[in-house]
């Protein structure tokens, strides 16, 4: 067996070794949880804020005994630890808090791009939501889905610019990243609802990536309409092709256990592309020994299992495993062949991977390497969003670039073209590209154009004005008679 | 019988005059002492150390300054006891107040005054807890708390059995500060460095003075 062979089974070994159940079985000694002074609680808490105290009854945290307490709790020296009717606690139930039980699903997501949600973000902020926004659209928005860094006050207070937040990606107070109610609402923790597609939408939504509307207009959000009731939403053991076959949800495909596929808290983990960059990359994704997780792109050289590493925070880590973009397709393809046959899922994403390629290659690469020029010969401020060609550029591959991506990995046809890739191509014919001469002026725009547009295959119809169409009323036959 | 009425023989003339004197004294004293408490108790008397006008800032915001009632408690109505005994023993205890604003730190100086806070917070919280909050129910009496919502009053029915009112009821008129048990003083400092613009260690270096 030689190396690289050994190398591509570690990896699939990753992908597929991973924790047995969806939601793992929690394996702590029952006498670690159910705290008696949290029992407390509870009939205070039935009065003072009944919604939540119902919400929590009828969960499987009341199911199981796990009170108030066994979440809520905190030591003295947590920065965010409060006294509370004489139990020291603390508002915000972070994923490390979820882990003292949930361990498997902390593991996971831990280093998932859910969890670096803020992260990733991070240097984009100031500029987009700074100086086109401001800090209250940063609380209200950006971070809501996010995540925000939590900040705590010397008076015990949570800054109310960071908190209540359920970003994704939330920096908390403990140094942990994430925040688990962002899908698995609080104190009901319903796994049912977990796996509604609608779980997904308070942030899956916009036009940077409309998966609500593109999976409801795909047939499998058509299937789960129809047949809900069949989904088994709320089954312990839910794998797809054994405990339900009507629909794949969002979670089915992305997290979820399908035949010998086992279920994952780290929702990236199954993604070949980046859709939500200017130019997609094919990626492979890097797991250190301490769970942290970084995304490269297939291009740079796979590091070695062992090998040193820095990691996106800086630090340096050490490889345990790395799940190439070709493992991490397989892992997807499995999910689809519990419906669907090898050729059919296969020629689906050579679909999909078209699409990509032709964004990449016809409007993404062409678009960045003009901005790029643009800002190295001081035709534009350094200063992003002070002038419209900066505008048209962001939401070529930020809006209308990803919809059309999004649209192409999730079958909604419509979202491909008309809502994605139509509307790349008016934007860059028609308004990036005069923004360009408007910016660069006539000879160096047309210089730049011809560099990096009209040398391509797919832009060479620009330079056949004569080609005659009838889709805009131009009259063939006349024109053939003249 | 006029042997009935006479007086004890060490009652001389000079021993009446002396407890008719003493009498008088006696009573003009206490009636001094209750004017005293009730003056000294007063906003207006407190706020005259302008250290004490800061920590009255925050009170002017809140309830017990503006309550619906119109029933505005003042300075002493919380922070002395009742009864003119226990009233000057406090206002007698509170005089190491004046004597440390007199020659200890400059609690005039607002950033000296908030760094100082939490330990004059964490203090009166002491001396709530040790009087069972009864300068609060000269007030607030725990059967008849109705409260906005329905379940209020079914809290302070059910829910305070031990309780004392400044168990829970902590931050409700001055500047939040957090339970002792999880104070963190470098929290608190650089909160403060924040809030004056101050260097980082300052607020240090200001509580080492």
């Given amino acids: 067996m030689n190396l690289s062979l050994l190398r591509r089974l570690l990896c699939l070994a990753l992908i597929c070794c991973h924790p047995t159940l969806f939601a793992a079985k929690v394996t702590v000694d029952p006498n670690q949880w159910g705290d008696p002074l949290g029992k407390e609680c509870i009939s205070c808490h039935e009065k003072a804020s009944p919604g939540l105290a119902q919400q929590w009854h009828k969960s499987a945290h009341a199911e199981a005994g796990v009170n108030c307490l066994d979440c809520h709790k905190a030591s003295v020296e947590d920065n965010d630890a409060i006294t509370h009717e004489g139990q020291v606690i603390a508002t915000i139930v972070s994923p490390l808090d979820c882990s003292r039980c949930h361990t498997v699903e902390y593991e996971q997501q831990k280093g998932s791009v859910h969890s670096e949600a803020a992260t990733i973000i991070e240097n984009r902020l100031p ?8 800090d209250a659209i940063v609380a209200a928005g950006c971070d809501q889905c996010h995540g925000s860094k939590v900040k705590l006050r010397g008076d015990g207070t949570i800054d109310p610019s960071t908190w209540p937040n359920s970003g994704i990606g939330r920096i908390n107070p403990d140094g942990s990243k994430g925040s688990c109610s962002s899908c698995h609402g609080k104190h009901r923790f319903s796994k049912a609802q977990a796996r509604e597609p609608s779980a997904c939408v308070r942030c899956h939504s916009g036009p940077d990536s409309p998966d609500k509307a593109i999976y409801e207009a795909s047939k499998h959000g058509m299937q789960f309409q129809s047949h809900r009731d069949e989904m088994a939403l709320t089954s312990d053991s839910w794998v797809a092709g054994k405990d339900y076959v009507a629909a794949p949800t969002c979670v089915t495909c992305h997290m979820g256990a399908a035949g010998k596929l086992k279920a994952t808290h780290d929702v990236g983990m199954r993604n070949v592309w980046s859709l939500n960059t200017p130019i997609s990359q094919r990626q492979q994704l890097v797991v250190f020994e301490d769970g942290d997780k970084l995304e490269l792109p297939e291009s740079q050289t796979s590091p070695r299992r062992g090998s040193e590493l820095t990691k996106s925070d800086g ?3 050490k490889v345990k495993g790395v799940a190439t973009p070709k493992r991490r397709r397989q892992a997807m393809n499995l999910v689809c062949l519990e419906c669907h046959s090898k050729s059919f899922a296969g020629s689906f994403m050579k679909q999909f991977d078209g699409v990509i390629k032709l964004f990449n290659e016809k409007f993404g690469k062409p678009a960045k390497g003009i901005m790029q020029a643009l800002y190295s010969e001081g035709l534009l401020t350094p200063v992003p969003f002070d002038e419209p060609i900066e505008f048209t550029y962001w939401e070529l591959w930020h809006d209308e670039g990803a919809r059309a991506r999004h649209g192409a990995a999730m079958a909604s ?21 005069p923004q360009v001469e408007m910016v660069a002026g006539k000879e ?3 210089a730049l154009i011809e560099e990096h547009v009209k040398s ?8 056949k004005p004569q080609k005659a169409n009838p889709i805009l009323g131009y009259d063939v036959t006349r024109q053939d008679n003249e | 019988m006029s042997s009935r009425w006479k007086l004890p023989y060490f009652i001389t003339r000079h021993v009446l005059y002396a407890l008719v004197i003493g009498g008088v004294a006696g009573i003009g004293f206490m009636l001094f002492l209750i004017e005293f408490d009730h003056l000294t108790s007063s906003e207006a008397f407190c706020t005259t150390c302008h250290s004490m006008e800061l920590a009255a800032e925050s009170y002017r915001q809140s309830t017990h300054y503006n309550p619906v009632s119109g029933v505005r408690a003042s300075c002493g109505d919380c922070h002395v006891s009742e009864g003119v005994f226990a009233a000057t023993w406090d206002h007698f205890l509170g005089g190491k107040d004046l004597f440390s604003q007199i020659f200890g730190p400059d609690y005039d100086d607002p950033v000296i005054n908030v760094l100082h806070l939490p330990d004059a917070a964490f203090a009166a919280r002491t001396w709530f807890k040790s009087k069972d909050s009864a300068t609060c129910k000269r007030c607030h009496v725990l059967e008849a708390i109705q409260g906005k919502r329905a379940d209020t009053n079914a809290i ?3 829910e305070t059995t031990g309780k004392s009112c400044i168990d829970c009821h902590i931050n409700v008129v001055h500047r939040k500060v957090p339970d002792e048990k999880t104070f963190k003083r470098a929290q608190w400092h650089r909160m403060i460095e924040e809030e004056f613009g ?8 200001l509580m080492a003075k």
């Fill in chain 1, 413 to 433: 046809a419509n979202h491909t073209w008309w809502e994605g890739m139509y509307l790349v191509g008016r934007n860059f014919y028609a308004r990036f590209l």
């Fill in chain 1, 127 to 134: 500029a987009l939501a700074g100086h086109v926004g401001g």
């Fill in chain 1, 444 to 446: 160096t725009a047309k």
């Fill in chain 1, 315 to 317: 630090s340096m880590g």
């Fill in chain 2, 198 to 205: 101050l260097e980082a260690g300052m607020a240090n270096q």
């Fill in chain 1, 456 to 463: 391509l295959d797919h832009h060479q119809w620009m330079d």
């Fill in chain 2, 156 to 158: 302070h029915r059910e």
